[in-house]
Structure formats: structure tokens, C-alpha cells
Nanobody, 121 residues
């Protein structure tokens, strides 16, 4: 089970940190990722992290602004979002998987319920 938190309303240029609490297995079992879905758009890849936490992939739209991090002791994953833009407004989903292309949705077997991030201009 994955439970996200930390969404909310923020102004352009601001920061937010999303959290994803993972239960069922230890965090190092999973490839972890964050996806997002803006209104009227398909769900898109944001950033992913390998099981060991030593390899990350980011979408071009968030490179240099968003960072994924793990806390194995807390079995949690975080998404630090800086320099937020109105186009970052979306529901953000945490996802966990076992193997496959890190940017691909079918890689991930488990999904959270999502948390809404709204960036005002």
C-alpha cells in the first residue's frame, strides 16, 4: 500500500515536498517513481529511483527542479519540488514496481491514491 501526502497550494517559484509511505514490503524491494496527471491530460512520468537508490531518471520538464529521495528506515519516498511553475499543477502519484523501464507505467504494480499540487501564477 502506498499513501501520499504533502500536496497543496503554492505560488510560482515556491517549493513543496511530497511524501509516500510504503507498507507491505521493505522499500529496497521496489523501484519507486512519481507520476503526475494534469486535468484533461494523460498520466506522465516525473522521476524514478532504483532499488538501491543509486540511479535516478527524471523527465526533462523537471530536471534540476525535482528530486526523489528514499528513507529506508521510515519506508518512505519523497519528492522535493523546487522552482514550481503553473504547468506543474497536477495530481501526483507515487508508484512501486519490481522491474522494467523506469519511465514506463506498466513497470509499476502499485499506486497511491494521489495528492493534488496546485501552483498559482
Amino acid at each position: 500500500q502506498l499513501v501520499e501526502s504533502g500536496g497543496g497550494l503554492v505560488q510560482t517559484g515556491g517549493s513543496l515536498r511530497l511524501s509516500c509511505a510504503v507498507s507491505g514490503r521493505t522499500l529496497d524491494t521496489y523501484i519507486m517513481a512519481w507520476f503526475r496527471q494534469a486535468p484533461g491530460k494523460v498520466r506522465e512520468f516525473v522521476v524514478s529511483d532504483s532499488r538501491g537508490g543509486d540511479s535516478t531518471y527524471s523527465a526533462d520538464s523537471v530536471k534540476g527542479r525535482f528530486t526523489i529521495a528514499r528513507d529506508n528506515a521510515k519506508n518512505s519516498v519523497y519528492l522535493q519540488m523546487n522552482s514550481l511553475k503553473p504547468e506543474d499543477t497536477a495530481v501526483y502519484y507515487c508508484a512501486a514496481g519490481f522491474a522494467g523501464a523506469p519511465q514506463a507505467r506498466p513497470t509499476y504494480a502499485y499506486w497511491g491514491q494521489g495528492t493534488l499540487v496546485t501552483v498559482s501564477s
